[in-house]
């Protein structure tokens, strides 16, 4: 259902852009849904990170505001995640789901932060 990709070993203060499609969500469905990614750390319990409406208003967890950036395509059925100063606390592998996380979860995509 949900694809993720993008994560990549950056240094500290690098930027990277995940991408996460949803190739088999209907178009209608996906264009009003409320989209979001999550982000787990080993040993901790996933965590919302940012969410974006079909009207594209944008929320973010306190420790991402003025560094992360949630957008969406509805051509594509795409979200995006731009990571900007990135901290090694960021290192998590990072999903994507509807806001109540009530679709099939994806593999993730591996984000590691070096200091």
């Known amino acids: 259902h949900l694809v993720e990709s993008g994560g990549a070993l950056v240094q500290a203060g690098g930027s990277l852009r995940l991408s996460c499609k949803a190739p088999r969500m209907i178009t209608s469905t996906f264009n009003s849904a409320i989209m979001a990614w999550y982000r787990q750390a080993p040993g901790n319990q996933r965590e919302l990170v940012a969410t974006i409406t079909g009207g594209r208003n944008t929320n973010y967890v306190e420790s991402v505001k003025g560094r992360f950036t949630i957008s969406r395509d509805s051509s594509r059925k795409t979200i995006y995640l731009q990571m900007n100063s990135l901290k090694p606390e960021d290192t998590a592998v990072y999903y994507c789901?509807?806001?109540?996380?009530?679709?099939?979860w994806g593999q993730g995509t591996q984000v590691t932060v070096s200091s």
């Open positions: 789901n509807r806001d109540n996380g009530q679709l099939p």
